[in-house]
């Protein structure tokens, strides 16, 4: 049984950092790549950032991109997501999501970030 | 960013009827490769998404064949043969064919 099981949330003040980890089991991680999707109170679904199988491509959605970092360890079977110089607008629900080639597929429970001075 | 453009956004259906989602995007989802990318989640009140269906029509395992997806270029179905009490949430598609990925506002399904 495929299991994501997501860490490290919490509250932080704007401009302030915060890692997400995301511990994968039950498939083999090295052969899919991996995202993180988040969701506002309240709102609808937004992809964040990917990560190749092997670490060497990654892709940001736009409003990210240069402060959030996504990283992952395949021996340790570990994603994570380095966010720095948070805003407000960043307090979501965050989710791990393993992907085939293109396609999202099974989703960690989430773990919650609240950015609030 | 490829819009998708999900109706009606609230769908109320009395159980054992059917029901249908129309999920629009922006431009086609067609990829070079000849696929077509996208996807159908589910998510139920207080869950985390579960997808339903992949690359147009692919049920995911364990999904009841209740479920159906259908559609080509950027104009894509969601089709429920008969609603059940587990059906309720809020579903949403996702085209994965253009960075960034994006997703539909989402409709909310409940039982009349």
């Known amino acids: 049984e495929v299991q994501l099981v997501e860490s490290g949330g919490g509250l932080v003040q704007p401009g302030g950092s915060l890692r997400l980890s995301c511990t994968a089991s039950g498939f083999t991680f090295s052969n899919y790549w991996m995202s993180w999707v988040r969701q506002a109170p309240g709102k609808g679904l937004e992809w964040v950032a990917n990560?190749?199988?092997?670490?060497?491509?990654?892709y940001y959605v736009d409003s990210v991109r240069g402060r959030f970092t996504i990283s992952r360890d395949n021996a340790e079977n570990s994603l994570s997501l380095q966010m720095n110089s948070l805003r407000v607008e960043d307090t979501a629900v965050y989710y791990c999501v393993s992907n085939t080639w293109k396609n999202l597929e099974s989703w960690g429970q989430g773990t919650v970030v609240t950015v609030s001075s | 960013d490829v819009v998708m453009t999900q109706s009606p956004l609230s769908l109320p259906v009395t159980l054992g009827q059917p029901a249908s989602i129309s999920c629009r995007s922006g431009q086609s989802l067609v990829y070079s490769d000849g696929n077509t990318y996208l996807n159908w989640f589910l998510q139920r009140p207080g869950q985390s998404p579960r997808r339903l269906i992949y690359k147009v029509s692919n049920r995911d395992s364990g999904v009841p064949d209740r479920f159906s997806g259908s559609g080509s270029g950027t104009d894509f179905t969601l089709k429920i043969s008969r609603v059940e009490a587990e059906d309720v949430g809020v579903y949403y598609c996702?085209?994965?064919?253009?960075?960034?990925?994006?997703f539909g506002q989402g409709t909310k399904l409940e039982i009349k």
């Open positions: 996702m085209q994965g064919t253009h960075w960034p990925y994006t």
């Open positions: 990560i190749k199988e092997d670490g060497s491509d990654k």
